[in-house]
């Protein structure tokens, strides 16, 4: 029996792109806040005869550049790939891989996860995608790469971040951190995993864009940022605009997904 491939996310190197870039952080099916978030960062969204959302232009060519974690929790999993696989194959579009797509990388595949954590959403909304639909959008998170260097490697895309000894590495342990982060082993009062906060102590010239962990307000931590302003959980879509530095969030519809610990960011 042919064994599935493995999935190793690897680094890509587009130090030639030199955007400009509008950054965004996770998404978790929030098709309809990314569309929105879109639009107000002057994007114009173009859509099939169904309707549906399948690529977006900006006129001044900026390029949008996704944190990860597009898909599980939210309402419109398919929909937010369609968008992204569009810009995407337009060359109007960047993702890195998130925790949250190579677990549903995996489970498409057929090995053994556990199916929590907003992952029976996506399989459940796959599942009224047609076959063509679902292959495309299975080899599209396949490609995505562990973190990207751009602009002369002055910014750098990793879902959950990445220190600078780790910019452009292939090891396993760049994977593992650019995915999850480093986890201390600990827990909180939530069940939540503690995880060690790298950006305190990064001091590299790369600005670094990430997400993984929802916060409440964006906050520079020296030339760091994280994006993940818990859309799916109340909270709001976020960008960054770059080389401008400058922020764009655009409020959740609902409360798409409940967490402990986290709170709505209004």
């Not at 060519?61 to 929909?79: E, I, K, Q």
């Not at 810009?87 to 579009?93: E, P, T, V």
């Not at 480093?182 to 503690?194: C, I, R, S």
Request: charged share 25%.
């Amino acid at each position: 029996m042919t064994q599935p491939r493995r999935t190793e996310p690897l680094p890509r190197d587009r130090r030639d792109l030199t955007g400009p870039f509008d950054v965004i952080g996770d998404v978790h099916g929030c098709r309809s806040e990314l569309e929105s978030l879109l639009d107000a960062l002057g994007y114009r969204l173009e859509r099939d005869a169904a309707g549906r959302a399948v690529d977006a232009i900006h006129p001044d060519g900026r390029t949008a550049v996704f944190v990860g974690d597009l898909v599980d929790r939210g309402p419109d999993t398919p929909g937010v790939l369609r968008l992204v696989m569009g810009m995407s194959a337009a060359r109007r579009a960047l993702c890195v891989m998130g925790n949250h797509e190579f677990k549903l990388i995996r489970a498409l595949d057929g090995r053994a996860v556990r199916v929590a954590h907003g992952l029976e959403r996506s399989l459940a909304q796959l599942a009224e995608e047609t076959p063509e639909f679902r292959s495309a959008a299975h080899a599209f998170l396949r490609g995505l790469p562990g973190h990207y260097l751009l602009d002369g490697g002055r910014l750098v895309i990793a879902h959950a971040g990445l220190p600078e000894s780790l910019h452009g590495s292939t090891s396993s342990r760049a994977r593992a951190f650019a995915l999850y982060g480093a986890p201390t082993g600990e827990v909180d009062a939530h069940g939540l995993p503690v995880r060690y906060d790298w950006a305190k102590d990064y001091h590299g010239a790369a600005t670094v864009a990430y997400g993984h962990t929802p916060v409440p307000t964006l906050r520079w931590v020296g030339n760091t940022l994280c994006l993940d302003t818990g859309a799916v959980f109340g909270g709001a879509l976020s960008a960054l605009r770059y080389p401008e530095r400058t922020t764009l969030s655009v409020p959740a519809e609902q409360v798409w997904s409940e967490r402990a610990g986290i709170s709505p960011a209004r």
